[in-house]
């Protein structure tokens, strides 16, 4: 159930009573804005997030009417180093909650397992060719969007993907969010696509649920600044507003 909606500059977003709830509309937002696309053009590129804060709009996205036999997929982000055939990677998390589960036109892995110079222009140029049309992500708890940490965040970034020190917060998010057993273990490295690659898309749905994401500011703060931008909060996520 909504509870309430809040608009700060040109961002609105919306507090529900449960994460269910939540992911529900955050997928009905997506699926309305992927159809949108959908209706100018033969195929929509789309940016997925990879973390358990996207679960419930995941699953939800899978029952909604779309025509994903249309959509180009894409993911944001990836650790050095890891592929398909690694548990922890993202590749691996979007292909078991949603890439293995519906047929895209095409999906599109990061190629982390290249030097990070290779993979970056490989992704980048596919992306130019196949510009976002619809970006489905979430927020750290240390603000970040994709893996622009705070440190390493460049609202004028002149690339689209880059290789990234990930800072102590993030890395022990992969821990709370229970990806890795200790800090240890999350790499330290990882391919990003850039805060003005995200936000080329016209449409972004951004999920954040989970009191950690209270506090979360910048660099989320961008989203602000978007025309087009939508945040689906639950109660905890939301706590310090309500």
Known sequence: MLIRTIQTDTLFSSVYDSRSSMGYAAAEA???????????????????????????????????????????????????????????????????????????????????????????????????????????????ENGHIAFND?????????????????????RMQQVHDGCFPTLDAVPKIALTLTVPALMQAAHLICTVPGRTKAAAACPASILRSHAHAQMFLDTDSASQLL
């Open 150 to 170: 705070p440190a390493v965040a460049d609202f004028q970034d002149p690339v689209w993907m880059k290789p990234v020190q990930l800072d102590a917060v993030c």
């Open 30 to 140: 997506a699926a309305s804005a992927i159809r949108a696309v959908l209706e100018r053009k033969e195929t929509a590129n789309v940016i997925f997030a990879a973390a358990p804060s996207q679960n419930e709009m995941l699953e939800s996205l899978l029952r909604q009417d779309l025509d994903f036999s249309r959509i180009n997929a894409f993911h944001m982000d990836e650790y050095l180093g890891l592929g398909l055939d690694d548990s922890a990677s993202f590749s691996c998390y979007l292909t078991k909650h949603l890439f293995g589960r519906v047929t895209f036109r095409t999906v599109n892995l990061i190629p982390a397992k290249r030097t990070p110079e290779a993979a970056c222009r490989a992704y980048t140029e596919l992306l130019k060719d196949n510009p976002p049309d619809v970006v489905c992500m979430g927020i750290g």
